[in-house]
């Protein structure tokens, strides 16, 4: 599906990734649906586009609340005529801390919002995308629901739902005209531990030069053009394109390889 003379609704569109998905699908010609509940995250965006901020609308709502997202949806098609694509982007991290020492609140607020929220936009946005000629959802995983990582255990398999989550509506509009993307980042450089509320592990400077992140544009250049082709899988970043081939072939490695980085970092 090419972007350009679309509506994209984009949910954690108020800052990082989401931020940078709106402002380059605005560039290719989109119209633009920003979903996020930080009101004013969603303000900084509609602000950094600028004069491209005619076709943006900004949507103040909990993805975790299904009961508030159908009169969300018919604000956005009130606004902008329909909707043709879904970009399932919002999420957090959880506190680094192991399965032993983490709250039982802390894991089902991360299941909410990266998993159920998912689901939630999707069921929300399914009945509306149907009838279009061609539409597409990407949904946003991470190098985690492939790999284990210590410290962020229940958010890789919350991320990991989503891969199969994915995989398997995919397969079940394989007949419709909706495409079903899944991205897989690697580190990028956002704020995602400010906006899910976590202490990040201090890394010491010695080993930084280790840990090469991936530009919000670049992850978001590269969903686009995944949206654009139809594609199955994109992996984003070379940490996670060679951390997948290693899984293929060797998983018990790639495991230990995350293991002993964070080892280090949270004390295993």
Not at 166 to 181: A, D, F, H, M, P
Not at 206 to 227: D, F, H, W
Request: charged residues 20%.
């Amino acid at each position: 599906m090419i972007v350009a003379q679309k509506t994209i609704a984009i949910t954690g569109a108020g800052n990082g990734i989401g931020r940078a998905l709106a402002l380059h699908l605005l560039d290719k010609g989109a119209r633009v649906a920003c979903i996020d509940k930080d009101e004013e995250g969603l303000h900084k965006t509609e602000m950094e586009a600028g004069s491209l901020a005619v076709r943006i609308s900004s949507h103040a709502v909990d993805i975790t609340q299904s009961d508030k997202l159908p009169a969300m949806v018919n604000q956005i098609i009130h606004q902008h005529g329909c909707i043709d694509g879904l970009i399932n982007n919002a999420g957090i991290i959880q506190p680094f801390t192991t399965v032993k020492n983490i709250s039982m609140q802390d894991i089902e607020k991360v299941m909410n919002i990266n998993f159920f929220g998912t689901v939630n936009m999707t069921r929300a946005m399914l009945p509306h995308l149907l009838p279009r000629r061609e539409a597409h959802i990407l949904n946003v995983c991470s190098m985690g629901a492939y790999v284990p990582v210590p410290g962020q255990v229940f958010y890789g398999a919350s991320k990991a739902a989503v891969k199969l989550f994915s995989e398997g509506l995919r397969s079940e509009l394989k007949q419709t005209g909706i495409g079903v993307t899944v991205a897989f980042p690697g580190a990028v450089s956002t704020e995602i531990t400010l906006h899910s509320g976590v202490t990040p592990p201090e890394i010491p400077a010695s080993k930084l030069k280790n840990y090469s992140q991936t530009s919000p544009l670049q992850v978001a250049e590269a969903m686009v053009k995944g949206i654009e082709n139809n594609a199955y899988h994109i992996f984003i970043g070379q940490d996670a394109k060679w951390m997948d081939i290693l899984y293929r072939l060797n998983p018990a490695l790639a495991a230990q390889m995350i293991q002993r980085k964070m080892r280090d970092l949270l004390k295993l």
